[in-house]
Each structure stands twice: as structure tokens, then as C-alpha cells.
């Protein structure tokens, strides 16, 4: 059974820094492209950035808000995704996703097949 | 950035139908896919590649894509359909995923 669990989230001040943890089993993790997506309190999805496989190049790539401030990175020895938030701001304040990410090259196509259960991020003085 | 727009709120009867939109320019040159939220879950891939069911969604949930509207019908809706659903596609042109509105699915 595909698992993931989210881990890392709390309250933060501005400006602050947070690492995200994603541990994964069910699947062979090392072969799977990850994201990340974010929801704000009584808000809509957001996708925050997703990383490559390794035997994909192991790129990144994130959405323009979260660029420069974010990076997303993965240790697959330990089946575990991680996302690096600094300069926190308030619009950062959300639950946070892994997912594990279908991606059909060169088509460009790609979704998000599985879901973990959430980590809320509060950045808030 | 590419855009895509829902209605906010869709309202149906028990053992009807529901459609709900995605509205995007040019949206049937890309492939859709669309998520069900229930309030204080995960979000669950209901519809990929604009008509495909993953394993275990009933076949009661469906999809259509065509011109600048994606379409997901939900047919005999059942009080267990109540949620958020949103479409997403992946906008190859800035290299990033893209997710609707989102749209509240209420049964009567």
C-alpha cells in the first residue's frame, strides 16, 4: 500500500525557516518524480514545486512564488522527500502535500496520483 | 500563467446528474485531470487524462475535453459525492502544474 507521511509543520515567524519531511513506502520511491502542493485555510490547491528522479536528471522545478525561497530535495537511500521553506511570509501560512507525480514525457502531462495527509504551516509573529 | 476557472459552487438532487466545468484557453489541446476533497482530507485523483478512472472510483465519474472546456459528470450523484473538486493541468509552457478554482459539489 502506497504511504505517505507528512512531517515538519508548525508555527513560524516571518522571515523564519521550516524543513518538510515526506516519508514514502509502498513504492519504489527512488524511481518516483514527487511534489509538493499547498492549500491555504479555506482556500484552493496550490503546486508549490516537484523534483525529478535521479535516473531523470534529479531537476527541480518550483512555482514563481515559492522560487528563490523553497527547495525541494530527496535522500532516496532513506525514502524520503523533503521541502526547505525559508524567508517565510504570511502567504506561506497552509497545509502542505506530498504527492507522488505521473509525469508522460514529451507529452507534458503530468498529475498527481497520490496524496499524503497534510502538514499545516502556520507563519504568523 | 495559464488560468482555470470553475464554478464556485454546483448544487444537485440526489440520483442526479452533475456536471462541473473547467474553463481554460484552448483546454482541449491539454490533458485534464481532476481531484475530489472531502473537508479535512487529502485530496483523491477521480479523472486523469481527461476521461480515465484510476482503480476503485466508481464508473459513475466521468470526463470530456474539448475547445476551452473540461467537463467532469458525475452521474447519480450520491450523498457521498458531497466535496470540493478541482481540475489541473500541467502548463508546459512555464514548466508548471496549474489547479482550477475549485468547485463545491453540494447534494440537496
Known amino acids: 500500500e502506497v504511504q505517505l507521511v507528512e512531517s515538519g509543520g508548525g508555527l513560524v515567524k516571518p522571515g523564519g525557516s521550516l524543513r518538510l519531511s515526506c516519508a514514502a513506502s509502498?513504492?519504489?520511491?527512488?524511481?518516483?518524480?514527487m511534489s509538493w502542493v499547498r492549500q491555504a485555510p479555506g482556500k484552493g490547491l496550490e503546486w508549490v514545486g516537484r523534483i525529478k528522479s535521479k535516473t531523470d536528471g534529479g531537476t527541480t522545478d518550483y512555482a514563481a512564488p515559492v522560487k528563490g525561497r523553497f527547495t525541494i530535495s530527496r535522500d532516496d537511500s532513506k525514502n524520503t522527500l523533503y521541502l526547505q521553506m525559508n524567508s517565510l511570509k504570511t502567504e506561506d501560512t497552509a497545509v502542505y502535500y506530498c504527492t507522488i507525480t505521473i509525469v508522460v514525457v514529451p507529452a507534458a502531462i503530468v498529475y498527481f496520483q497520490h496524496w499524503g495527509q497534510g502538514t499545516l504551516v502556520t507563519v504568523s509573529s | 500563467s495559464y488560468v482555470l476557472t470553475q464554478p464556485p459552487s454546483v448544487s444537485v438532487a440526489p440520483g442526479k446528474t452533475a456536471r462541473i466545468t473547467c474553463g481554460g484557453n484552448n483546454i482541449g489541446s491539454k490533458s485534464v485531470h481532476w481531484y475530489q476533497q472531502k473537508p479535512g482530507q487529502a485530496p483523491v485523483l477521480v479523472i486523469y487524462?481527461?476521461?480515465d478512472r484510476p482503480s476503485g472510483i466508481p464508473e459513475r465519474f466521468s470526463g470530456s475535453n474539448s475547445g476551452n472546456t473540461a467537463t467532469l459528470t458525475i452521474s447519480r450523484v450520491e450523498a457521498g459525492d458531497e466535496a470540493d473538486y478541482y481540475c489541473?493541468?500541467?502548463?508546459?509552457?512555464?514548466?508548471?502544474?496549474?489547479f482550477g478554482t475549485g468547485t463545491k459539489v453540494t447534494v440537496l
Open positions: 509502498g513504492f519504489t520511491f527512488s524511481n518516483a518524480w
Open positions: 489541473q493541468v500541467w502548463d508546459s509552457s512555464s514548466d508548471q502544474g496549474v
Open positions: 487524462y481527461d476521461s
